[in-house]
Nanobody
Framework: VQLQASGGGSVQAGGSLRLSCAAS????????MGWFRQAPGKERECVAA????????YYVDDVRGRFIISKEKDKPMMTLQMNSLKPEDTAVYYC???????????????????WGQGTLVTVSS
């Protein structure tokens, strides 16, 4: 499965950006899709994830209430709406997916089947 990410860019603190990720080249009947980010000198972390049906989501604490992950049921595309952006949100963002629906394993990077290319998000103060 190939993942194609789009969106990102530069914005001032307090602004908003939207990331999208589309999957192709395979089929899913279940699974998890989500976004990871990696800032310079830091480990890659899961920012948000959503199950295939779109009714279960995970957010890391420091984006909860600011970021919204969404996905149409049974469609291989998800979006991440990022609001109230902070300079500390600056990072390369990667979309990722796994096929089995193992949310905890996905968010802890123990089970990732596909990675998309990174897209840079820069938030200036």
């Amino acid at each position: 499965v190939q993942l194609q990410a789009s969106g990102g860019g530069s914005v001032q603190a307090g602004g908003s950006l939207r990331l999208s990720c589309a999957a192709s080249g395979g089929t899913f009947s279940s699974g998890v899709m989500g976004w990871f980010r990696q800032a310079p000198g830091k480990e890659r972390e899961c920012v948000a994830a959503i199950n295939w049906s779109g009714d279960g989501a995970y957010y890391v604490d420091d984006v909860r209430g600011r970021f919204i992950i969404s996905k149409e049921k049974d469609k291989p595309m998800m979006t991440l709406q990022m609001n109230s952006l902070k300079p500390e949100d600056t990072a390369v963002y990667y979309c990722a997916a796994e096929r089995r629906g193992w949310m905890v394993a996905f968010t802890t990077k123990r089970k990732i089947d596909s990675w998309g290319q990174g897209t840079l998000v820069t938030v200036s103060s």
